[in-house]
């Protein structure tokens, strides 16, 4: 119903900056709730980022003050822009969509992308 796709991943050195895209297509709605998700090896997937349809958006303790989540809803693109990286980022950053008000745990959410690799060297 909804197909997500992800961009802008790849290899930064510790402290640079990285901006993260997520193309929607189907059969979506501007009053979704959208979110950034993330996973390292060996590691649960973790909540990073979320937006919701007003434009209200929350954040991880390990995002707030480094991460800015934004949407544009005439493009249908979600965005993650990234700050002060750190290797402690490095992980498969994932775009999910959620059929109904903002949310921050994985299972709250009904789309998700394939993910986009992001490796922060030291």
Do not use: H
């Amino acid at each position: 119903q909804v197909q997500l796709v992800e961009s802008g991943g790849g290899l930064v050195q510790a402290g640079g900056s990285l901006r993260l895209s997520c193309a929607a297509s189907g059969r979506g709605s501007s009053n979704d709730a959208m979110g950034w998700f993330r996973q390292a090896p060996g590691k649960e997937r973790e909540f990073v980022a979320a937006i919701g349809w007003t434009g209200i958006s929350t954040y991880s303790d390990s995002g707030k003050s480094r991460f800015t989540i934004s949407r544009d809803n005439a493009r249908n693109t979600l965005y993650l822009q990234m700050n002060s990286l750190k290797p402690e980022d490095t992980a498969v950053y994932y775009c999910a969509v959620r059929r109904s008000g903002i949310a921050v745990i994985t299972t709250a959410y009904d789309y998700w992308g394939q993910g986009t690799q992001v490796t922060v060297s030291s």
